[in-house]
């Protein structure tokens, strides 16, 4: 039965996926402006135009287009750049190895926050913890990202230097000058992240405390801890997964405004440069990988929802 629900899911994924590949190349393709003339520069004559749109196929008709850039990307090749003609992986791969690194860091800090304030938040419901807490998330909830990660720098960056004010992560020399640069950015993410899934986990978390098995749970003396972290708290984080899947696909492909912030080379702000110059294989293929990633992301949260709630698995 588990078996044959991971199969329907990923077969379901994928067909996600050739859908999205579809909407990524139209989009890119609808982008107003003559590619050739951007690229080649107001001076070039016609006849150069023509050459190079012959040369990258920019002639033939769109699904003759689209069929050509799905056969190489099913391959790994997502072709070459239209600005400075080197492949579009060999441009990508550093930026998404930055988006990466400091998208893991994030979520490192993400998930204990998110866990430990929203259960404190839950237990000690109508009390001064929850008040506190509730007001700082609705405090991250009303402020940007940019005001945020503007705060944090002034204050951890200039009052107080104990991080750097730009992350050129390129200039760490070692894993804790590393560390350093990622940590104003990652700590902006991560509070970012964290204060959507607190308010739905405390919800969560606040129905389950008050349903009769764990009422049952505490009739028969276990320790509130045990019945919070066991009993509880499983159950709660099920619907916190899509959030979580939600902020996997935003580290991605949504930290433009915070990797400008902290001048943080990242995939975001590769995409901007990318859209500016209709660059159309690099926009193609950091859309499609960050769609990659919140499709993997949502699988995921469905499957671990299956595992942790025994009646979605029975059902």
Not at 45 to 59: A, I, P, W
Not at 107 to 124: C, E, M, N, R
Not at 187 to 215: C, F, K, N, P
Request: aromatic letters at 10%; proline letters at 5%; a positive charge.
């Amino acid at each position: 039965m588990v078996s044959r629900l991971i199969l329907s899911r990923i077969v379901t994924a994928l067909i996600t996926l050739l859908a999205v590949s579809v909407f990524i190349f139209w989009a890119s393709e609808v982008l107003p402006g003559d590619i050739a003339a951007r690229v080649l520069g107001r001076f070039a004559t016609e006849e150069g135009k023509q050459v190079f749109r012959e040369r990258l196929h920019l002639d033939k008709p769109v699904y003759e287009r689209y069929w050509l850039w799905l056969q190489g990307t099913v391959h790994g090749d997502f072709g070459v750049s239209l600005v400075n003609q080197r492949q579009v992986w060999d441009v990508i791969a550093p930026k998404l190895r930055n988006t990466l690194l400091l998208g893991c860091y994030a979520f490192v800090l993400y998930v204990p926050i998110s866990v430990l304030l929203a259960t404190l938040s839950a237990v000690f419901r109508e009390r001064w913890p929850d008040t506190l807490i509730s007001f700082f998330t609705l405090l991250g909830l009303s402020a940007p990202e940019f005001v945020l990660g503007t705060g944090l720098l002034i204050t951890l960056g200039v009052a107080i230097p104990i991080f750097p004010v730009m992350s050129l992560i390129e200039l760490a020399k070692t894993p804790f000058e590393t560390i350093r640069t990622l940590t104003l950015p990652a700590i902006t993410l991560a509070i970012v992240m964290a204060v959507y899934a607190i308010r739905m986990l405390r919800g969560s978390l606040i129905e389950v405390l008050d349903s009769e098995y764990v009422r049952m749970a505490t009739l028969k003396g276990l320790p509130r801890y045990r019945v919070v972290l066991w009993h509880a708290l499983p159950n709660a984080l099920v619907p916190t997964l899509n959030v979580t899947a939600l902020n996997l696909a935003y580290l991605v492909g949504g930290v433009v405004v915070v990797e400008q912030v902290f001048a943080y080379p990242g995939l975001g702000s590769l995409l901007v440069g990318a859209i500016f110059v209709r660059d159309a294989p690099v926009i193609e293929a950091i859309a499609l990988i960050a769609s990659g990633i919140y499709i993997l992301a949502n699988l995921f949260a469905d499957l671990m929802g299956v595992l942790l709630n025994p009646r979605l698995r029975t059902s």
